[in-house]
């Protein structure tokens, strides 16, 4: 049976339960609820394919002038409706709801009308670009010769996209304008890729495959061109402004606090996780923590025993929390499939990454990719592998990517009954969660064979205090790109070519780079609270339970859940 349906189906099978006992405001939100998320999906539809909503994989997204104007009024009027609706009698669930899909109203406006990265910023289309196929082609619920189908209606889609980018992009920031012609390469060399895979795969499709891998590859030729025909403006920035800076912390992560008081939280954090390194850091060197300790090193190391290392280890960590009472995790959750990046995104990805299985999507697959394993190891790479596998190295990355960090999380977020929630991919939840596992599974005793972990603890709150500090003074002017790169690299005494990539990313997305510390924090908070509430009652396990059970939704909205 032909598993694409409609969002609509989707919204209206989820939400059928009980309506005969509804009231006539939640008949409202219900109603509300299919036609925003459907709108939402169809604007968005690569977004959409990344959900798990496959009805328009064939598609981009459409900004043309007109169409932006019409989804932005549309927009303003959902926005109308909700309204009566935050003062109206709800379950605490629904009126999280509504809370919710005002948010992502809101939001929707704001990118569309005040920051403009549709007309300002060139890798918007680029990344869109790439990940309209790679959302298809890493869904394996999904047969290859169904999925194939869309592959080429977005090959065939991607010239009359990049076309719009040309006609809406005027005068992008220098430093996003110099990496888009960088990353139209690297967009293309995966686009190469993909299709020269998908071709010996499906030989009887081989022709439809190249015809359009041709075309897009000339409509990204025609598009390079094009950027390198704009002339750079230096005045042209990169910053939203302090004023739409708050507004994101208010609407979108449900922040109380405006930026110059996150940026004291940052600020103030990163002093005392620097001082707190050095203490331990004496510490462990006194113990004798860091001493290099002889290991019998086999010759008959291969890339198949690191694999094999990396899948144990993730079980193994699966396992610890099983006959621990941390969190609890369902036996039959989704599976997370740990395996090497895959090569058509090589050039595009990161070395160690999570992606998770689209909230809609069933199977429910998530895939852990571990970077690339040479196939021929030299003793250097047998001596590093084997000491990493000898001292389970690899743990740090399972609790942080898949136990019990982003697949336990987002596999629970997808259990909720709530599409409204479903819908939801809030960082401040996503990413800040994963971050206070790294602490919290240090301090249920996972590394109790290697105190010194600990600082690789702290090492990675610092990264996330400075991205905080970096987020802030990029989005209001008080950094510019070179300034950040300079401070970041000299606060965490880092790598200058890490850091250049690592702040490029934060200029493009405002409220993403602070959103693991302060999703930590929130988090940590709330614990807190609920744990004096209950006192001698207190479960962790539970209160994990239970947040987890929320969905990817920012963290304040939760506590109006647990503590009413």
């Not at 300002?120 to 289309?125: E, F, G, V």
């Not at 462990?284 to 144990?312: C, H, M, N, T």
């Not at 005494?493 to 690592?502: L, Q, Y």
Request: overall charge negative; glycine content about 6%.
């Amino acid at each position: 049976m032909k598993r694409f349906i409609t969002i609509a189906v989707i919204l209206l099978v989820g939400l059928s339960a009980g309506i005969s006992a509804e009231t006539k405001n939640e008949k409202k939100l219900r109603t509300l609820s299919s036609d925003i998320l459907g709108d939402l999906a169809r604007f968005w539809p690569v977004h959409a394919t990344e959900m798990g909503i496959h009805q328009y994989d064939s598609r981009f997204a459409d900004y043309s002038p007109g169409t932006v104007m019409e989804k932005s009024d549309q927009l303003k009027k959902y926005l109308v409706k909700l309204n009566p609706l935050t003062t109206a009698t709800l379950s605490v669930d629904k009126a999280i709801d509504v809370k919710l899909l005002k948010s992502n109203c809101e939001i929707g406006l704001l990118k569309l009308t005040k920051l403009e990265h549709h007309k300002t910023n060139p890798n918007l289309y680029i990344d869109d670009a790439v990940n309209g196929l790679y959302f298809i082609l890493k869904d394996d619920g999904i047969p290859l010769r169904d999925r194939v189908k869309d592959v080429i209606g977005r090959m065939n889609a991607l010239a009359a996209f990049l076309q719009q980018g040309e006609q809406n992009l005027v005068s992008p920031p220098p430093i996003w304008l110099e990496y888009a012609r960088r990353n139209v390469d690297n967009a293309m060399t995966f686009y190469r890729t993909a299709g020269t895979q998908l071709s010996s795969q499906l030989p009887d499709r081989a022709d439809d495959i190249t015809s359009a891998l041709d075309k897009a590859l000339a409509a990204f030729d025609h598009f390079k061109n094009f950027l390198n025909s704009l002339t750079p403006n230096p005045s042209a920035t990169f910053a939203v402004g302090k004023e739409y800076f708050d507004y994101i912390l208010q609407h979108e992560f449900f922040f109380g606090f405006d930026a110059d008081s996150l940026l004291k939280i940052g600020e103030a954090v990163l002093a005392k996780t620097q001082e707190a390194y050095k203490v331990k850091e004496k510490e462990y060197e006194a113990a004798g923590y860091f001493q290099r300790k002889p290991v019998f090193i086999p010759s008959a190391v291969i890339k198949q025993d690191v694999l094999d290392y990396y899948a144990w280890e993730t079980n193994m960590v699966k396992q610890y929390l099983a006959d621990s009472a941390v969190v609890t995790v369902p036996e039959n959750i989704g599976e997370c499939r740990v395996i090497e990046t895959p090569e058509y995104i090589r050039g595009v990805a990161g070395s160690l990454a999570y992606q998770p299985a689209g909230p809609f999507d069933n199977p429910s697959i998530g895939y852990f990719y571990v970077g690339v394993v040479p196939d021929s190891l030299t003793s250097e790479q047998k001596e590093r592998y084997f000491r990493s596998m000898h001292d389970r190295g690899f743990r740090g990355g399972v609790v942080h990517e898949v136990y019990p960090g982003h697949h336990l999380q987002m596999q629970m977020a997808a259990r909720n009954p709530s599409d409204v929630r479903r819908w939801q991919m809030n960082n401040l939840m996503i990413e800040g969660w994963a971050l206070y596992c790294e602490e919290m599974m240090y301090d249920a005793g996972l590394y109790e064979d290697n105190p010194s972990r600990y600082l690789r603890v702290l090492g990675s709150i610092q990264l996330r205090a400075a991205r905080v500090i970096a987020d802030v003074k990029l989005q209001t002017g008080q950094f510019t790109y070179d300034q950040a790169v300079a401070w970041v690299a000299e606060a965490l005494d880092s790598d200058t070519n890490f850091i250049k990539t690592e702040v490029l990313r934060y200029t493009m997305d405002p409220g993403q780079a602070m959103s693991y510390l302060m999703g930590k924090l929130a988090i940590m908070e709330l614990r807190d609270k609920v744990a004096a509430r209950e006192g001698a009652n207190f479960s962790l396990r539970a209160f994990h339970d239970r947040l987890l059970a929320e969905g990817s939704i920012p963290v304040g909205l939760i506590e109006k859940k647990l503590l009413p």
